[in-house]
């Protein structure tokens, strides 16, 4: 079975530019969640989605958005770029939302976004 | 909302040695409490888990141990080896009708295995 798959790997943006990453989930997988990852704040949390709704939403401002399909694709976007916005874009799948028994989040190996 | 707090953010033992990993979390709601692993350039990976509706839970060298009055969790490892050497997370949710809560994480504890 695929893992959860996060394109591209890689992206180098300028400072006011946007920038859409792509997430597949798990076949069969209907949750969808991002997480930022930065070395001193670790991982988190940006929204969930599930079934082409958002769940929940973390404290990000409006520049950051996302949507999900619905064959459970999801995509993020940042607007506007900053240079704090630099990070491991995270993304993780699970068969139901977090939390529900024997349905724990499974990482894609993430986008490395660098803003210059 | 939800905030983890977790501690210490780096560890070092000795190979053979213990870890203990402590997390505490702020709303009394959340029920669901996983531990992540990462090696470094790699995704986090799930090691083990718990609900709120046990105290304790062990895998192996691993168990995590729950305490809702206090709310605070904890991740321990028996006969620590190398390969044990990763960034460990420590997360809480809540389950509220029919909306999952979403995965709030600790900042990670960094834990060296020294041969």
Known sequence: KAGVTQTPRYLIKTRGQQVTLSCSPISGHRSVSWYQQTPGQGLQFLFEYFSETQRNKGNFPGRFSGRQFSNSRSEMNVSTLELGDSALYLCASSLVPPSSYNSPLHFGNGTRLTVT | ?115
């Open chain 2, 1 to 115: 909302g939800e905030n983890v707090e977790q501690h210490p953010s780096t560890l070092s033992v000795q190979e053979g040695d213990s870890a203990v990993i402590k997390c505490t979390y702020s709303d009394s709601a959340s029920n669901y409490f996983p531990w992540y692993k990462q090696e470094l350039g790699k995704r986090p990976q799930l090691i083990i888990d718990i609900r709120s509706n046990v105290g304790e839970k062990k895998d192996q060298r691993i168990a995590v141990t729950l305490n809702k009055t206090a709310k605070h969790f904890s991740l321990h490892i028996t006969e620590t080896q190398p390969e044990d050497s990763a960034v460990y997370f420590c997360a809480a949710s809540m389950d509220y009708g029919g909306s999952q809560g979403n995965l709030i994480f600790g900042k990670g504890t960094k834990l060296s295995v020294k041969p």
